[in-house]
């Protein structure tokens, strides 16, 4: 969420605000199921220790560039952000599905927000161009042999 904060507040350029939209329903949402992840581990007895010093050591996420970060750069890093969350989600399904379905719901919940804003934001990023093999044109596709 702080890393969210920090993209909206020093994000520039001229797509800013199709870009604060999403990002602000990202790290409401995020505040949200954030309580909801933690409360459920409190009611399993986790300590639940959200200081700021150790949450800037076992955040696990990438760094967030600091200053003001124009549009492109952002979204690659918000992207890259939601992809390491999307995955450490992920490895916490198989075993929750084991020990508390319960808690599994939420992450999956967490899931399909984090997918959603993922796919948001990569739609602001312009697309790379799809490179042919020197066989293929676009008229002409290349066929396996």
Known sequence: MLYGKQAQWHL????????????????A?????????ALRMVVFGACVDVR??????TTGLP???PGFVGEDK?????????DAAIARARNALGPLAA???VSQTIVLGVLTSLEKSRWEFAA???????????D??????HSPE
């Open 12 to 27: 520039h350029g001229r797509h800013v605000p199709a870009i604060r939209e999403p990002l602000e329903r990202l790290i």
């Open 29 to 37: 949402d995020i505040r949200v199921r954030s309580d909801d992840v």
């Open 52 to 57: 700021p010093a150790t949450v800037a050591t």
């Open 63 to 65: 760094d967030f560039p």
């Open 74 to 82: 952002t979204m690659g890093a918000l992207i890259d952000q939601i």
């Open 99 to 101: 020990i508390d379905p």
């Open 124 to 134: 602001q990023v312009p697309a790379e161009p799809r490179h042919l093999p020197s």
């Open 136 to 141: 293929e044109t676009p008229d002409q596709p």
